[in-house]
């Protein structure tokens, strides 16, 4: 298992790569518009894991709600999992509650599933397994 | 560079290695008792970076504030580099501000330094060069 990313909510991509690229020189290694999630999204490599820059396109998204009460800062961290079905169901074991109860596939092929905050003692963690 | 640790603030140490290491499967490497921060330190290994669990021993201490505050969740980020006032001259260049401005040395050899939150849009950000 490794960290894949560590997902940060931001204002303004812009402004943020000034300190994640610019002041740190982190590569950034791409920039994807999601309209489905209402995010711009800036990925910065570290490592064997990435920093991924949230940026909400309006407020009414998750993201959003979550940059308007919450402010910028740390939104969630996502583990890389061989198989995220045997991982589900070794937490399932342990009583932890999903945000998702099956995994979900994105189009690149990646399955994720997200645990609720409540069973990760306030953290959002998102698992994902590569295809 | 790389990930060295993300550091989550937790109530109760016991209560959220259910989670990370009995649930997730994560090896608990090591415990730390520091008194001198007032905090119980949990670290579990996940690849090339590890998860620190703190467990504020008291109410009055910065942890122990921050949980009461903001509740449980992630706490800060730290990034290895290779050279530490290297990389904190490359950041000054950039406006970017520190909590302290002269790298400290921990008892294990670690020079580190935090970064402050306002300079990294939200995140507390730790930086370590490993001895």
Redesign the interface.
């Given at each position: 298992?490794?960290?894949n990313h560590?997902a940060?909510?931001?204002?303004q991509l812009d402004?943020?790569l000034?300190?994640w690229r610019?002041?740190?020189?982190?590569e950034l290694t791409a920039t994807e518009e999601n309209p489905e999630e209402n995010v711009n999204i800036g990925f910065l490599k570290?490592?064997?894991?990435s920093i991924e820059l949230l940026e909400p396109t309006n407020k009414e998204s998750g993201i959003g709600k979550y940059l308007a009460s919450k402010?910028?800062?740390?939104h969630h961290?996502c583990?890389e999992v061989d198989d995220i079905r045997a991982?589900m169901d070794?937490?399932r074991?342990?009583n932890?509650e999903f945000i998702n109860d099956e995994p979900k596939t994105r189009e690149d092929g990646i399955k994720y599933c997200f645990i609720h905050?409540k069973?990760?003692?306030?953290?959002l963690v998102e698992l994902y397994e590569l295809p």
């Open positions: 298992m490794q960290i560590l940060i909510v931001v204002e402004d943020a000034k300190f610019d002041a740190l020189g982190l570290i490592g064997e894991s402010g910028p800062g740390m961290i583990l991982a070794r937490l074991d342990h932890i905050p069973s990760a003692f306030g953290v």
